[in-house]
C-alpha cells in the first residue's frame, strides 16, 4: 500500500532554521523476502566491474515517480568491503547464530565492515567510496582529510569494537551484552536504570542526559555516538534541559558517524591535539567535547560501507525512489542499534520508537509533552517496524511499555 502526504524537513544550522518543504513523500512497507540473498562483497580497493562514478547531478525525474533503475543501483552502491572482525565470539547462542533462522538471513552480511581507521586510508578505497555521497561514502571528502584523520586511528582498538570480550576468565560468560539506549519519552519514569548498567556495554547517543535520570537511564556510557552536527545540535538544543558536555568517564569512547568532512576534521584534531584548521567549526578544540584524554583509543568511527548497507538492506525507505533520495539518511540512532546487532552477541534497546510513541513525549528529559514530529531526512516509522520485526525474530530484546 502507498500513501502520499506533504512533509516539511527543517534543517537546524548555527544562527538559523532552513525549512524544505516536500510536496510528496511515498510510503511502502519494505518487504523482507523481496531483497536479493546474493552478497554482493567484494576486497577492500578492488575495482567493481560495471561500476562508475557517480556525477554530481542525478538526472531529474517527476516529482513522486519512480528513479530510473539503473541510476537508483548506481546511488545505492550494494558493493561493501569485508572485514571478519567479528566472526570469533565464542558465545553459544549469539545474534550471528540465530539470524540463519530468521527472514533476516538475505539481509544480513557477517563480514561487514563496521568501523573505519588506518588500515582503510589507502587511495584505492578512496577511489571506490568516492563513488557515494554524505554518510555513504567519500564524495563530498577530499582526499587528504580523510588520509589525515584516518591515519592517526592507528591503534588496534580503532578497528574493533571492544577492546575485550567478556568470559576471559574461567566461568564467565563469552556472549558480549550490550544495552542501546535512545532518548525517547518511553523511558521516563520506566526505572529501567539498573538493568541497562548491569549489561557489558551501553551505548547512549546524542542528547545522553544521564544525571537527575539515574534511574530510569543509568549512569554507565560505554560508547556514545553521534556526527558532528548532531552532537553541536544536541548541546545547543538541549543546555536548558542539563546536557552541556558529552559523557567523559574513563569507559567512554566515542564513536563518529561521518555525514561528511567536518567528522574528519574534527577527528584529527581530537587525534592531533589541535583545534579544527577549517571549515564551519574552525577554532573548535577537541577537549572541549571529549575531554583532556585524548589517546586514540578513545575514538572511533563508523565505516561508509556500514551506513551504507544498512540504508539499502534494512532501512530502504521509499524516498529512496524518488528524486529527493539524497536528503535521506538512517537516523543515528538506527546505526548505533545496528551496529550493536552486528558486534554484540546480546542486544537490548532501550528507548527507541514504538507504535504507542503517541504516548510519550519526543525525549525523557522533556520538562513538558512534546510530540514526535517527523522529518523526510529520517524514516522513523520504518524504524519502528524494523525493530518490532527484530523483537519478534528475538533478535533484540525492545523494551517496550503497556
Not at 83 to 88: F, G, M, N, P
Not at 219 to 233: E, G, L, Q
Amino acid at each position: 500500500m502507498i500513501r502520499l502526504r506533504s512533509c516539511a524537513l527543517r534543517w537546524a544550522l548555527p544562527g538559523a532554521v532552513v525549512t524544505l518543504v516536500l510536496l510528496y513523500q511515498a510510503r511502502t512497507r519494505y518487504s523482507w523476502g523481496s531483497f536479493p540473498s546474493v552478497s554482493y562483497r567484494d576486497p577492500l580497493g578492488a575495482r567493481q566491474p560495471g561500476a562508475r562514478t557517480m556525477t554530481a547531478q542525478t538526472p531529474v525525474t517527476p516529482l513522486g515517480s519512480r528513479a530510473p533503475r539503473s541510476t537508483l543501483q548506481q546511488f545505492l552502491g550494494d558493493l561493501y568491503g569485508r572485514d571478519e572482525t567479528y566472526w570469533s565470539s565464542r558465545c553459544p547462542s549469539g545474534i550471528r547464530k540465530r539470524i540463519a533462522g530468521t527472514k533476516f538471513s538475505s539481509v544480513f552480511l557477517e563480514a561487514i565492515p563496521v568501523l573505519q581507521w588506518a588500515r582503510h586510508a589507502r587511495p584505492a578505497e578512496y577511489r571506490r567510496l568516492r563513488r557515494y555521497g554524505g554518510a555513504h561514502g567519500w564524495q563530498e571528502v577530499g582526499w587528504p582529510v580523510v588520509r589525515d584523520a584516518l591515519t592517526h586511528l592507528n591503534v588496534s582498538a580503532n578497528g574493533r569494537m571492544f577492546d575485550a570480550r567478556p568470559g576471559a576468565t574461567a566461568g564467565g560468560s563469552p556472549c558480549v551484552r550490550c544495552a542501546v539506549v535512545g532518548n525517547g519519552g518511553i523511558l521516563n519514569g520506566s526505572r529501567a536504570g539498573a538493568a541497562m548498567d548491569r549489561h557489558d556495554y551501553v551505548f547512549r547517543t546524542n542528547g545522553a542526559l544521564t544525571k537527575g535520570f539515574e534511574r530510569d537511564v543509568g549512569r554507565r556510557t560505554s560508547f556514545y555516538v553521534f556526527s558532528t552536527n548532531t552532537m553541536m545540535h544536541s548541546l545547543r538544543n538541549y543546555a536548558s534541559n542539563g546536557f552541556r558536555r558529552l559523557p567523559q568517564t574513563l569507559e567512554t569512547k566515542y564513536i563518529f558517524l561521518p555525514d561528511h568532512d567536518r567528522d574528519y576534521l574534527l577527528l584529527r584534531a581530537a587525534l592531533t591535539h589541535l583545534p579544527v584548521d577549517r571549515g564551519p567549526d574552525e577554532g573548535a578544540r577537541p577537549e572541549r567535547y571529549f575531554g583532556k584524554d585524548l589517546r586514540a583509543e578513545k575514538f572511533k568511527m563508523f565505516h561508509p560501507d556500514f551506513i551504507r548497507y544498512v540504508r539499502n538492506r534494512f532501512l530502504h525507505s521509499s524516498i529512496l525512489d524518488t528524486p529527493q533520495r539524497r536528503l535521506y539518511r538512517p537516523s543515528t540512532g538506527a546505526v548505533m542499534l545496528l551496529a550493536a546487532l552486528h558486534t554484540c552477541d546480546e542486544v537490548s534497546a532501550y528507548g527507541f520508537i514504538t507504535p504507542d510513541y503517541q504516548a510519550y513525549s519526543d525525549h525523557y528529559f522533556d520538562p513538558t509533552h512534546k510530540a514526535l514530529l517527523f522529518y523526510a531526512n529520517h524514516d522513523l516509522r520504518l524504524e519502528m517496524s524494523l525493530w518490532q520485526e527484530l523483537h519478534q525474530s528475538r533478535l533484540i530484546t525492545l523494551h517496550m511499555r503497556g
